[in-house]
C-alpha cells in the first residue's frame, strides 16, 4: 500500500515550457486535491476533484489545469510554466465524508528559471 | 473570505510545554485539525476535534477549541527534538466538496 505518490519529486523548467505532474493513490479515494506551498502562504487549493471525470478550481487555478481521467490518478499541468509558479506542489487525496482526512503525497519541487 | 491564521515560529527547550495558536473563520466548521510537516515531507494528520467538543487529550497532545472566539490552540507536552516541524491548523470548508483552508503553518524549533 504506497498511499499517495507523486511524480516527479525535483524538477526545474525554463519559463514558457510546459510539464505534467502526476499524482497516484491506491486507497481508493474519491476526492483529490493539488495545493501549492510558499513560504509564509501555509498551502492553497489549486483544483480538486470529487470523482473521476470532475474536476474544479481552487483557490489559485490560474495558470494550471488538471484531468482526472481514471479515479486514482489526478494530473496537474503547467502549459506555459512562469516563475511566480516556482514552489512546492503537494498532492492529497481523501474519503468522500464529513471527517476529511487528507492523505498527502511527499511533494515535488519546481523551480521556474 | 476564509482566512486561517497561526503565528509564523515558536522555540522551545526540549521537556518544555509548547502552545501553537491558531484562529479561523468559518464558525460551520464541522471538524479542526492539525497536521505536521517534517523537512522535506507531505503533511500528516495529527490530530482533530470535532466541533461540538471544547477538549481532546491524546496522550502528549490537548488540543483547545474556544468556538465563541474560533481559536484553537495545539498544546505538545515534553517536547522532544523529534516534535521539530511545522504545524498547520486547517478548518473544514464547502460541505460535499471537502475542502479544507490551511492556516500558514507555525515552525516549532526544539532546542536541546
Known amino acids: 500500500n504506497a498511499g499517495v505518490t507523486q511524480t516527479p519529486k525535483f524538477r526545474v523548467l525554463k519559463t514558457g515550457q510546459s510539464m505534467t505532474l502526476l499524482c497516484a493513490q491506491d486507497?481508493?479515494?474519491?476526492?483529490m486535491y493539488w495545493y501549492r506551498q510558499d513560504p509564509g502562504m501555509g498551502l492553497r487549493l489549486i483544483h480538486y476533484?470529487?470523482?473521476?471525470?470532475?474536476?474544479a478550481k481552487g483557490e489559485v487555478p490560474d495558470g494550471y489545469n488538471v484531468s482526472r481521467l481514471k479515479k486514482q490518478n489526478f494530473l496537474l499541468g503547467l502549459e506555459s510554466a512562469a516563475p511566480s509558479q516556482t514552489s512546492v506542489y503537494f498532492c492529497?487525496?481523501?474519503?468522500?465524508?464529513?471527517?476529511?482526512?487528507?492523505?498527502f503525497g511527499p511533494g515535488t519541487r519546481l523551480t521556474v528559471l | 473570505g476564509e482566512d486561517v491564521e497561526q503565528s509564523l515560529f515558536l522555540s522551545v527547550r526540549e521537556g518544555d510545554s509548547s502552545v501553537i495558536n491558531c484562529t479561523y473563520t468559518?464558525?460551520?466548521?464541522?471538524?479542526l485539525y492539525w497536521y505536521k510537516q517534517e523537512p522535506g515531507a507531505g503533511l500528516q494528520l495529527l490530530t482533530y476535534?470535532?466541533?461540538?467538543?471544547d477538549m481532546k487529550q491524546d496522550q502528549r497532545l490537548t488540543v483547545l477549541l474556544n468556538k465563541k472566539d474560533k481559536h484553537l490552540s495545539l498544546r505538545i507536552a515534553d517536547t522532544q527534538t523529534g516534535d521539530s516541524a511545522i504545524y498547520f491548523c486547517?478548518?473544514?470548508?464547502?460541505?460535499?466538496?471537502?475542502?479544507?483552508?490551511f492556516g500558514t503553518g507555525t515552525l516549532l524549533a526544539v532546542q536541546p
Open positions: 468559518d464558525s460551520s466548521s464541522t471538524y
Open positions: 476533484s470529487v470523482g473521476e471525470g470532475t474536476t
Open positions: 476535534i470535532f466541533s461540538n467538543m
Open positions: 492529497a487525496s481523501s474519503y468522500s465524508s464529513s471527517y476529511n482526512e487528507q492523505f
Open positions: 486507497m481508493n479515494h474519491e476526492y
Open positions: 486547517a478548518e473544514s470548508y464547502g460541505g460535499a466538496t471537502n475542502k479544507l483552508i
